[in-house]
């Protein structure tokens, strides 16, 4: 039959070919039906469903959300499960187990709440979720932090569908009221035994918007003290000078408290020092007066004057140093002020609950941030230097328990919209936003310490 010679070789040939060509071609068509390619439109279509849902504070429609995202996870056959650690308050928790259930997973944080929203301020509705020509997507949520929620989802439902199999568990939790501080969300969540039994070895939760083409990692965030100091003095006609009025002591206190705040703010003016590395202080409220029908009375210096600041301490910074500067400088008691430090409105802990600062290791002495990094890096993404969040999110509950959690939000080339009017991202950064993650929970889930057949928690 292979006969040199033999003209009609190549047809010959051919026609052996032709059944396994079409079985080929046979074998290709009913893996692209059920491995079908992600429609980028029905991605979005997705993001602005959940962007659609009003979750603003004072009243998030949690039932909706909790719905959407089940109903998501069904989609891509995720088991979920919603937890009430208060009642009306839904944790909603994923899970894509992986093949060796004695390594420590992975949990993906995100909040489902969002902050109110000015409508008239806006040029789209804020729960339209509205896409201009140049396809940026304007809702509330839609850079904090429900792209990010639903980009764990998008990556997750492309790795499936690629056949990747998980080795560490993966896990996402949709946290409640994060922007009310968390108390019956995240704070919820990880005190419980549902977490424990989770055995979460690395946290990923939110970041921010970044203008640059640098992706901004966060190992850190301030913590923020609400300060109210008081000044008390003898009364006095408005005509009288005289020391020790209450309001020319607290003002004592405000300049003091001004110079302060002007040395921190000339650190990140001369660029020694990014935002969440300084101590920042700002004035909250200035309360003084006697009040009158028609205001406040004019020729009377009152006796009792107040002054509250919020003020965000970085990890790094030496919390009994700055006690003692607002005991002995800020609010002293020879000047008739008062300052407790239960007199804080809050106070958070710049410690772990193990007496550690409150901190991820960002470099290579830390797997996961090295791996991150690299899992970015290999998507196409630079990197900007390793930032202390300024203000605070739910990863703080994470690294209390002394577990690394890494702010992350794949945002480049877009403002820092979040909590102002017009929000938006972009649809492509959106969609890049996803690829990213799919790096990343491959490179997490994938993860085993080299050399280590069995890890524990401690030596991750
Ligand atoms: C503090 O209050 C006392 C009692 O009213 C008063 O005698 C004293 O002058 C005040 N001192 C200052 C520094 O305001
Ligand atoms: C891993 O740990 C288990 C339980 O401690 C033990 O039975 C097993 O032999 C260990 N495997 C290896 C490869 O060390
Ligand atoms: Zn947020």
């Known amino acids: 039959m292979e006969n040199a010679g033999n003209s009609d070789r190549p047809n010959h040939h051919w026609r052996r070919l032709l059944p396994l060509l079409s079985l080929f071609l046979l074998l290709g068509l009913t893996n692209s039906s059920s491995l079908p390619q992600e429609d980028p439109s029905s991605t979005i279509t997705r993001f602005q469903e959940y962007l659609q849902i009003n979750t603003a504070q004072p009243n998030p429609d949690y039932k909706k959300s909790t719905d959407f995202i089940v109903s998501q996870a069904k989609s891509i056959s995720l088991e979920s499960q919603t937890h009430e650690f208060v009642e009306g308050k839904p944790v909603v928790l994923l899970k894509w187990p992986g093949s060796d259930p004695s390594l420590p997973s992975i949990l ?3 909040h489902t709440d969002v902050v109110p929203s000015e409508h008239s301020k806006w040029n789209h509705h804020p729960f339209s979720a ?9 809702a509330r949520g ?33 946290v409640p009221d994060e922007e009310i501080g968390g108390h019956t969300g995240a704070e919820k969540l990880a005190e419980s035994d549902v977490f424990k039994n989770m055995n ?10 970044s203008p640059t083409e640098n992706y901004r990692l966060f190992f850190g965030e301030r913590s923020p003290w609400w300060l109210v100091i008081k000044a008390t003095g003898a009364p006095g006609h408005g005509a009288k000078l005289y020391d020790n009025s209450a309001l020319e002591n607290l003002f004592k206190s405000i300049e003091s408290i001004r110079r302060f705040r002007a040395s921190q703010f000339d650190l990140i003016k001369a660029g020694l020092k990014a935002e969440g590395e300084v101590i920042s202080v700002n004035m909250a409220f200035l309360k003084a007066g006697t009040p009158s029908p028609t205001g406040f009375v004019m020729n009377l210096q009152p006796s009792e004057a107040a002054a509250g600041f919020d003020i965000r301490v970085p990890p790094s910074a030496d919390p009994q140093s700055l006690e ?50 690299e899992a970015i890096r290999k998507a196409g993404g630079k990197i900007g230097k390793p930032e202390i969040f300024p203000a605070s999110t739910d990863a703080r509950y994470f690294r209390l328990l002394g577990l690394p959690a890494i702010g992350f939000s794949p945002m480049v080339n877009t403002p820092i919209l979040l909590h102002d009017h017009n929000e938006f991202l972009n649809q ?10 799919e790096s990343i929970i491959k490179a997490y889930a994938s993860y085993i310490p080299q050399g280590r057949a069995n890890v524990s928690k401690d030596e991750l």
């Open 130 to 138: 509205h896409i201009d020509g140049q396809g940026n997507i304007y």
């Open 200 to 209: 979460v070895g690395v946290v990923l939760d939110e970041g921010l918007a």
């Open 324 to 373: 003692k500067r607002i005991a002995e400088e800020w609010a002293p008691a020879s000047r008739n002020m008062t300052f407790e430090l239960g007199q804080f409105k809050q106070k958070v802990s710049v410690y772990d609950d193990s007496g550690r600062p409150l901190l991820t290791a960002p470099d290579s002495s830390n797997p996961w941030w090295a791996l991150l990094e």
């Open 428 to 437: 492509a950064e959106y969609l890049k936003g996803i690829d990213i993650y």
């Open 108 to 110: 993906l944080n995100s």
């Open 142 to 174: 839609s850079q904090d932090m429900k792209c990010v929620g639903l980009q764990y989802l998008e990556a997750i439902r492309k790795l499936k569908s690629s056949g990747f199999e998980p080795k560490r568990s993966v896990y996402l939790s949709f």
